[in-house]
């Protein structure tokens, strides 16, 4: 058994390790690694899809169903010019209203999705505005990590977080996370004026034009966006009402995604499953087996029983050993995996002496989601951002973002510090 439990370490350390390096695609490596952990022996087959979380799978392609569907209808880029309007057509004021539109539409869309709707249309503001992008680019990648923060739907981890432990239902995730994560937003945003009010600067002629522009015609599909509106508001309603009709939240989701299909015809269905992320659910796929090794083998009950020795089992060391050993972790490394392993292991933590894990849970959703602003590969949608950027010739470097962000994750940690040991620990 240990030196199964040897070979399990290696393999995940080596799987974890191409991730890093972004040399191979990550979900080919996850897959690979985890067909070799069956493949060895070192887990079951029936065991590897025992660990397998549905739950997650679903939840996230029914939701991608929803909003690929939705996003085809023109409702985000209405929104976006709707609400730069709504700040008077000034920079200073257009950057703090697409942060927020952006981190509310990240709690309750993934929050690649959110920055992949949101960037084309701020692109198309500050070309009128002829400011530089840059900014508010940066400002909506922290705003998407913060805002995905808030809900059992708003980013991967929450939704890894909310499956394995079933008391942690959708209600429990706004009512322990939401407000915290605005009032780490509140504190975060002023400093973007602070830093980059010199660039933020338009002529009145520049405004006016921003002013003229038609939000309804950014609408292209009437019909199907009130079909769309229809299903994404019954399944909130579900993700509200899950636990007292004892419904999975992926039975929500997948319910709400086939009420789309229903309403609008199987002509959209084909093309829903073209907006389902696959890559990512198979890199989901791979991980859960790749976890499944180390939890087998006992390496998971080993790093618990490190763990509560480090803390002495006490609970407010144990709960800011894993919030700020998320975020560190989370700003460099992908939360995915690492939440992955971190799940079993707060686990195994309740059965060696922890009576109280609500607090450990709540420290790891905070780290892992908020950590992922600490640099420009914490998190897919910084990525991606800085992708497009590049194309429209406004690349942002590592050290440019990380310059700004990871003092400004630094300090949102902080906050999430003492409303931890505020709220559960005193």
């Known amino acids: 058994m240990q030196q199964q439990a040897y070979l399990a370490i290696g393999m995940f350390l080596a799987a974890y390790g191409f991730i890093i390096s972004e040399k191979i695609h990550r979900t080919i490596i996850a897959m690979i690694g985890g067909i070799l952990m069956v493949g060895l022996g070192i887990v079951s087959q029936e065991a590897a899809l025992h660990h397998i979380d549905f739950n997650t799978l679903g939840l996230l392609i029914g939701m991608m169903m929803i909003v690929g569907v939705t996003a085809e209808t023109g409702l985000f880029s209405f929104i976006a010019v709707w609400a730069a309007k709504k700040a008077g057509g000034h920079p200073v004021r257009i950057i703090l209203v697409l942060a927020v539109v952006t981190a509310i539409g990240s709690a309750f869309l993934d929050n690649v999705t959110t920055v992949l709707l949101m960037v084309p249309v701020t692109f198309s503001i500050t070309r009128q505005l002829r400011v530089t992008p ?19 739907i708003g980013d991967p981890p929450n939704i890894m977080i909310g499956s394995a432990v079933k008391e942690l239902t959708f209600m429990a995730f706004i009512d322990n996370l939401t407000l915290i994560s605005f009032v780490i937003l509140a504190a975060t945003l002023p400093f973007f004026i602070l830093v980059y009010r010199k660039q933020l600067v338009t002529t009145e002629e520049q405004r006016l034009s921003l002013m003229s522009m038609q939000e309804k015609e950014e609408i292209r599909d009437k019909a199907l966006l009130v079909k769309c509106l229809i299903a994404m508001g019954i399944t909130i309603i579900g993700f509200f009402l899950h636990q007292a009709l004892h419904l999975e939240s992926a039975t929500v989701a997948l319910a709400g995604a086939f009420l789309l299909m229903l309403l609008t015809g199987e002509h959209t269905l084909e093309q829903a499953f073209h907006r389902v992320e696959w890559t990512t659910i198979f890199f989901f796929v791979g991980l859960f087996v790749l976890v499944s090794g ?35 972790a989370s700003a460099f490394l992908d939360n995915i995996p690492f939440v992955a392993t971190m799940i079993p292991m707060i686990q195994e933590m309740g059965l060696r002496g922890v009576t109280n894990l609500e607090p450990l849970w709540w420290s790891l959703a905070l780290g892992a989601c908020l950590g992922g602003n600490g640099s420009l590969v914490g998190a897919s949608a910084n990525l991606i951002v800085a992708g497009l950027a590049a194309r429209e010739g406004y690349p942002i470097s590592f050290m440019r973002f990380f310059k700004m962000a990871f003092p400004l994750m630094l300090l949102s940690v902080v906050i999430a510090s003492a409303y931890i040991y505020v709220r559960y620990l005193m």
């Open 294 to 328: 180390l939890v087998e083998t006992g390496v998971i009950a080993a790093l618990a029983d490190t763990a509560v020795g480090v803390t002495g089992g006490n609970t407010v060391k144990a709960a800011f050993l894993i919030l700020w050993l998320s975020a560190i």
């Open 134 to 152: 840059v900014p508010f680019l940066i400002s909506q990648i922290m705003a998407s990590n913060i805002g995905g923060t808030a809900t059992l």
